[in-house]
């Protein structure tokens, strides 16, 4: 069975940093692209980071870039999502999701549960 | 970025009745779609990619279709189980980026 967990999500005041993980099973991860997409409360899907199988393409949505940073451990079957300068702008429900393919420019046939980010003072 | 206009942001569909939804592009992103349907509490689930491509499992009451610059998601026949919110995801580009969500309900 496919599964994806995420962790390291919590209550973080502004301007502090915070690391999101995202466990994977039941694929071979090395095989493709991973995502992180974010859901603020009662809001729509927002697209934060991609990375491809070996890390060599990433990408970034302007809110986020230069402040967050993806990466993956293909020999812990693992996610990351470092963030920096957080601003209550980031609080958010964080998906990790799993691409079709090789690089990052594609759907996300797989999704993890998710972890909540709130940051405040 | 692209954008992506999903209209309308929400609609009140009786059971049986054929539902569609669009999804609008800014620019043109080929058939580089996904269709997405989320339930209150759950991560999304992938029903469509590629713009007319039905993933496994997904009821044939769902279809997609489109190029270019405008997709459509059909729900040819509306079920209680349908109530949740859809979104349309174009991946033509490295900066990926969904539509605004159309929130389906029964009446």
């Known amino acids: 069975e496919v599964q994806l967990v995420e962790s390291g999500g919590g209550l973080v005041q502004p301007g502090r940093s915070l690391r999101l993980s995202c466990a994977v099973s039941?694929?071979?991860?090395?095989?493709?692209?991973m995502h992180w997409v974010r859901q603020a409360p009662g809001k729509g899907l927002e697209w934060v980071s991609g990375?491809?199988?070996?890390?060599?393409?990433?990408g970034y949505a302007d809110s986020v870039e230069g402040r967050f940073t993806i990466s993956r451990d293909n020999a812990k079957n693992s996610l990351y999502l470092q963030m920096n300068s957080l601003g209550a702008e980031d609080t958010a429900f964080y998906y990790c999701a799993k691409s079709n393919g090789f690089y990052y420019y594609s759907y996300m046939d797989v999704w993890g549960k998710g972890t909540t980010v709130t940051v405040s003072s | 970025a692209i954008q992506l206009t999903q209209s309308p942001s929400s609609l009140s569909a009786s059971v049986g009745d054929r539902v569609t939804i669009t999804c609008r592009a800014s620019?043109?992103?080929?058939?580089?779609l996904a269709w997405y349907q989320q339930k209150p509490g759950t991560p999304p689930k992938l029903l469509i990619y590629?713009?007319?491509s039905l993933k496994s499992g997904v009821p044939s009451r769902f279809s997609g279709s489109g190029f270019g610059t405008d997709f459509t998601l059909t729900i040819s026949s509306l079920q209680p189980e349908d109530s949740a919110t859809y979104y349309c995801?174009?991946?033509?580009?490295?900066?990926?980026?969904f539509g605004g969500g159309t929130k389906v309900e029964i009446k």
């Open positions: 590629d713009a007319s």
């Open positions: 990375i491809s199988w070996n890390s060599g393409s990433r």
């Open positions: 039941g694929f071979t991860f090395d095989d493709y692209a």
């Open positions: 995801q174009q991946f033509n580009s490295d900066r990926l980026t």
């Open positions: 620019q043109g992103i080929s058939s580089a």
